[in-house]
């Protein structure tokens, strides 16, 4: 299994629809759990923390399964300015590499007027 | 004023030459990275520093060298350039006071072009 995998995408969908984004990791011993998103040629911004099982920010929710070693992001009533690469980031687990983050390569959402 | 800045935002230049790029930080934070970005890759990890004078090395250091003689500025040299280290260079800061290390604030990125 990669370290982090994500769906390449690209997911199009309309506006006011609901998307889901799925990432799974390979160290089970990683502890930081992260969305980013990224728009194009720009840097990537923290759109979410992830440190429990899962937290909501407005249309925004993140979910943690450990035991599967998945995080998922939900986006609700998408908006246009939703349009971005959204990328999973973990951290590479215990000692020296909990303080290193692998970033997945992302999943390009375009949503469609 | 943006709270992590980046220079040069874009540079072009030849096999050989030596290139540094700069980062600063108003944040205040105390631990900085140094990132490489290339099309359809993830982000990779070049240089980190948890602190003054405090180098440590990622995935990807061979061919770069860094400096951190002050907290809120970190660079990254290429000693002698060469074409595959053409790239989106990303620098980003975290604090590790906050208990919430890993996350991880980035500047505006330096797009590298080695000819």
């Known amino acids: 299994r990669k370290e982090v995998e994500q769906d390449p995408g690209p997911f199009n969908v309309p506006e006011g629809a609901t998307v889901a984004f799925n990432c799974t990791y390979s160290n089970s011993a990683s502890q930081s759990f992260f969305w980013y998103r990224q728009d194009c040629r720009k840097e990537p911004k923290l759109l979410m923390s992830?440190?429990?099982s899962g937290n909501e920010d407005g249309r925004f929710t993140a979910q943690l399964n450990r035991a599967s070693q998945y995080i998922s992001l939900l986006i609700r009533d998408s908006k246009l300015s939703d349009s971005a690469t959204y990328l999973c980031?973990?951290?590479?687990?215990?000692?020296?590499?909990?303080?290193?983050?692998?970033f997945g390569k992302g999943t390009k959402l375009s949503v469609i007027p | 004023d943006a709270d992590v800045t980046q220079t040069p935002r874009n540079r072009i230049t030849k096999t050989g030459k030596r290139i540094m790029l700069e980062c600063s930080q108003t944040k205040g934070h105390d631990r900085m990275y140094w990132y490489r970005q290339d099309p359809g890759l993830g982000l990779r990890l070049i240089y980190y520093s948890f602190d003054v004078k405090d180098i440590n090395k990622g995935e990807i250091s061979d061919g770069y060298s860094v400096s951190r003689q002050a907290q809120a500025k970190f660079s990254l040299s290429l000693e002698s350039a060469i074409p595959n280290q053409t790239a989106l260079y990303f620098c980003?800061?975290?604090?590790?006071?906050?208990?919430?290390?890993?996350?991880?604030?980035f500047g505006p990125g330096t797009r590298l072009t080695v000819l």
């Open positions: 980031v973990v951290n590479k687990g215990s000692g020296a590499g909990s303080y290193q983050l692998t």
């Open positions: 992830v440190y429990s």
């Open positions: 980003a800061t975290s604090d590790s006071w906050t208990g919430k290390y890993n996350e991880q604030f």
